[in-house]
């Protein structure tokens, strides 16, 4: 008879716990949604991305595309523009599963070279891309000065080969630049000079070879009066070595 108490006792005590647990469970259930309840609803602040028209119609339709790069406009002259901007236009669907867009891009890249109490040289590289089926990408490398007192500058050459080099003391460097006419590959050579800017051209005397397609500043010599230099007229092997003068007389020896 105690023993069938006990076991009663037990199943009671176990129903009751029980209950407990089921009431604990579904408050906190009630809680939980109380709780989100009163949170605001999730926003997205993702925006559309805007649709391209296909390039097939799009491209007929652009006469002249509007420049890219915004006006430069700084207080002084001698300040540097480091820009680069990048615009896509229309959709190449060069099949059904492949799709991309068809963009365009121009960045100016300008570092100072070398910058005295009287001015700074600058260099600018300049490039424009653009591709829908096909590529394509334009560099241009100029030159200029600019004067710290009054913020004046001038632009020395406007297509310039690899990077200008200084002379041992720092104060003229010299570059190769390409000839006044796009249409030719002549090339020439100079020395600016730090103190005012002033240009000196090099090649003022006729080289052996006729055309010369390539050139290449090598080095200068310790006391800065000469420039080794190395010329290419085309030919696989037509790579030539020089002495030049700095002095802007011409005179020019050749090099073994």
Same mark, same amino acid.
């Given at each position: 008879m105690h023993t069938l108490r006990r076991v009663s006792d037990r199943r009671r005590l176990a129903w009751a716990t029980s209950g407990l647990i089921l009431a604990l469970?579904?408050?906190?259930?009630? &809680?939980?949604?109380?709780?989100?309840?009163?949170?605001?609803?999730?926003?997205?602040?993702?925006?559309?991305?805007?649709?391209?028209?296909?390039?097939?119609?799009?491209?007929?339709?652009?006469?002249?595309?509007?420049? +890219?790069?915004?006006?430069?406009?700084?207080?002084?002259?001698?300040?540097?523009?480091?820009?680069?901007?990048?615009?896509?236009?229309?959709?190449?669907?060069?099949?059904?599963?492949?799709?991309?867009?068809?963009?365009?891009?121009?960045?100016?890249?300008?570092?100072? +070279?070398?910058?005295?109490?009287? &001015?700074? +040289?600058?260099?600018?590289?300049?490039?424009?891309?653009?591709?829908?089926?096909?590529?394509?990408?334009?560099e241009q490398r100029s030159l200029r000065y600019c004067t710290l007192s009054d913020c004046a500058t001038r632009t020395i050459a406007e297509r310039i080969w690899g990077d200008p080099l200084p002379s041992p003391d720092t104060l003229r460097w010299a570059f190769v630049a390409a000839g006044a006419d796009p249409a030719e590959l002549a090339l020439q050579l100079f020395v600016v000079d730090l103190a005012d800017g002033g240009v000196v051209q090099l090649d003022t005397q006729t080289f052996p070879q006729v055309q010369v397609v390539g050139a290449q500043i090598l080095s200068w010599s310790a006391d800065g009066l000469w420039l080794e230099i190395s010329l290419w007229d085309g030919r696989a092997a037509g790579y030539h070595r020089f002495r030049l003068r700095t002095d802007g007389h011409g005179d020019f020896e050749p090099l073994p």
């Open positions: 469970v579904a408050v906190s259930i009630h &809680g939980c949604r109380v709780a989100s309840s009163a949170l605001p609803a999730a926003t997205s602040n993702a925006t559309a991305t805007p649709i391209l028209p296909d390039c097939a119609q799009a491209l007929t339709k652009i006469a002249t595309p509007a420049p +890219l790069l915004p006006t430069f406009a700084p207080d002084c002259a001698c300040e540097i523009e480091n820009v680069s901007v990048t615009e896509k236009t229309c959709l190449v669907r060069a099949a059904p599963d492949q799709v991309y867009p068809c963009a365009r891009s121009e960045a100016v890249h300008e570092r100072v +070279l070398a910058e005295t109490a009287a &001015g700074r +040289l600058i260099v600018r590289d300049h490039t424009r891309a653009s591709g829908c089926w096909h590529g394509t990408t334009s």
